[in-house]
């Protein structure tokens, strides 16, 4: 015959004896609270805009992290056998055709069929080293919306820069800092990060190159929680570049000058009166993040904005 004993009347010798213990009764209802308070990883979709990859997109599907959950590849009607390619590297892969021409217009597409929690948006010409990821991902986690690749902050860099666009870069990221009253150290850059529920407070519309400075003057102006990453950049693996210096520099030019006027302000928010600014406009408060603290920034490279 066995015993039924109470484990907690068992010395270790019994226990190892292989007496029969039965649980400490714990009320089922207070279990299932617990599982249900335990945090669930947010989920992560990596959107990819391609235009004539071919020679590239396989080297960044295969060096994407474990921490992405979904890969929206999409695709600006390549001619070449980018798709193919996209789909013989990760055959989980989501492929879908943008809406429109354009790089905006492929990530504006992108953003609509991702599903995670969380988006981060990477070039598909291997400038970008999908390893930092986790960088984006981790201040997502700490409480920012925004997270935007910088190449000019400590321990980013670049390769692929010419002169004339990095004058035109600086230029234009002087005008936006005093415009908005920021001081970020990146404006035209393609790596980024967000959160999906902000979408609908940054009214994206633009179609071209001019998408990556709308996304971040609109989340100024929104009032978005925004920190900068360092990020390095090297030259497209292979292939020509999309991109016209004057066409999308002026482009550019003209989304600084018009977000300012955007009113993005979220109708559901409470007036905050005793939250010292962080990021943002001069003169709007927003909350800060609950686990934004200069230590954690400091030790994942990343800076908060304000
Ligand atoms: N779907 C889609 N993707 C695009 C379009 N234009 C550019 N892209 C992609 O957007 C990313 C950035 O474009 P690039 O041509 O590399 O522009 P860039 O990085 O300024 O130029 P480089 O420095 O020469 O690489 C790449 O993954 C392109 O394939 C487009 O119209 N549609
Ligand atoms: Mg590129």
Redesign the pocket.
């Known amino acids: 015959m066995t015993a039924l004993i109470s484990p907690s009347t068992l010395t270790d010798a019994e226990s190892r004896l292989g007496a029969v213990t039965f649980p400490e009764q714990r009320p089922k209802r207070k279990k299932k609270a617990r599982l249900a308070e335990a945090p669930r990883p947010a989920t992560v979709t990596l959107v990819v805009?391609?235009?004539?990859?071919e020679r590239n997109i396989g080297w960044v599907l295969e060096r994407v992290p474990s921490c992405v959950t979904e890969i929206v590849l999409?695709?600006?009607f390549s001619s070449d056998r980018t798709v193919a390619v996209a789909r013989q590297t990760r055959p989980d892969i989501v492929v879908t055709t943008?809406r429109g021409?354009?790089?905006g217009a492929?990530l504006r597409t992108g953003f609509e069929t991702a599903t995670g929690d969380y988006i981060v948006a990477i070039?598909?010409?291997g400038?970008m080293e999908p390893a930092e990821i986790s960088r984006y991902v981790a201040m997502l986690d700490e409480g920012f919306d925004l997270v935007k690749g910088s190449r000019f902050m400590d321990g980013g860099g670049t390769t692929?820069i010419s002169r004339l666009r990095a004058a035109g870069n600086f230029s234009l990221l002087g005008l936006a800092n005093r415009f908005y009253g920021c001081q970020f150290t990146e404006l035209c850059y393609?790596y980024m990060a967000l959160r999906r529920d902000v979408l609908p407070r940054l009214q994206l519309t633009a179609d071209g190159?001019e998408i990556e400075t709308q996304i971040v003057a609109n989340a100024v102006v929104a009032g978005l929680r925004i920190a900068e990453v360092a990020s390095f950049e090297a030259p497209?693996r292979s292939g020509e570049?999309?991109?016209r210096t004057f066409r999308d520099g002026s482009r550019v030019l003209r989304e600084i000058l018009r977000a300012r006027k955007r009113d993005l302000s979220d109708p559901l928010a409470q007036p905050l009166t005793s939250v010292p600014r962080r990021f943002g406009r001069r003169g709007s408060p927003v909350p800060e993040p609950a686990a934004a603290t200069a230590g954690s920034d400091q030790g994942l490279g990343g800076q908060s904005l304000g």
Do not use: Y
Not at 49 to 53: R, S, Y
């Open positions: 805009p391609a235009l004539n990859e999409v695709d600006g943008q021409r354009g790089k492929a070039d598909a010409d400038s692929d393609g190159f497209r570049s999309n991109l």
